[in-house]
């Protein structure tokens, strides 16, 4: 693992002045058994189809919109459009996997171990140092659309 002095001097400034906010749950997490439940994925990675529109990498702030994918997707033919400097896209573009397990949790789905899976995984676009509309707006429409799939567990992959 990197350690803070292993980055350019602009992003260990950064990462020293950031605000990080804290999450305040409300309510605790659902406690259905995984063998039962329906999965979603959510990752932070920048991924959307070919069909979709890509994130807005210059967006100032960081693109808070999020692109709902299809459960029978081919995993390979996702797109990243991250902005982020701060990661290496070598192995993602080997494997999407990585930032995108389907594929495994498709196995994990025939081998018994998850119920299984929604019909539509969320991406979305990290590195968002602006939250504001995130929060207030995006984050809650994707909940409330994991909710009406019926969702019981959304696997965060951050990238």
């Known amino acids: 693992m990197a350690k803070l002095t292993d980055l350019p001097l602009w992003d260990q400034t950064f990462l020293k002045l950031y605000r990080y906010r804290q999450a305040r749950w409300s309510k605790p997490a659902c406690a259905t058994p995984l063998r039962e439940a329906k999965v979603a994925l959510v990752s932070t990675a920048g991924l959307h189809l070919p069909s979709q529109e890509p994130f807005d990498e210059a967006h100032k702030g960081g693109d808070p919109t999020y692109r709902w994918l299809p459960n029978d ?3 390979q033919d996702l797109q ?5 400097r701060a990661f290496s896209r070598e192995g993602i573009k080997l494997d999407r996997n990585l930032c995108f397990p389907l594929d495994r949790l498709r196995e994990l789905v025939r081998e018994g171990i998850v119920g299984g899976l929604s019909h539509r ?3 979305w676009m990290g590195s968002i140092t602006a939250p504001g509309r995130l929060l207030s707006q995006t984050a809650p429409e994707a909940a409330a659309g994991l909710r009406q799939d019926g969702v019981d567990v959304a696997l965060l992959i951050p990238v």
């Open 121 to 123: 995984h969320l991406s």
């Open 80 to 84: 990243i459009a991250h902005r982020s």
């Open 73 to 75: 997707l081919a995993v």
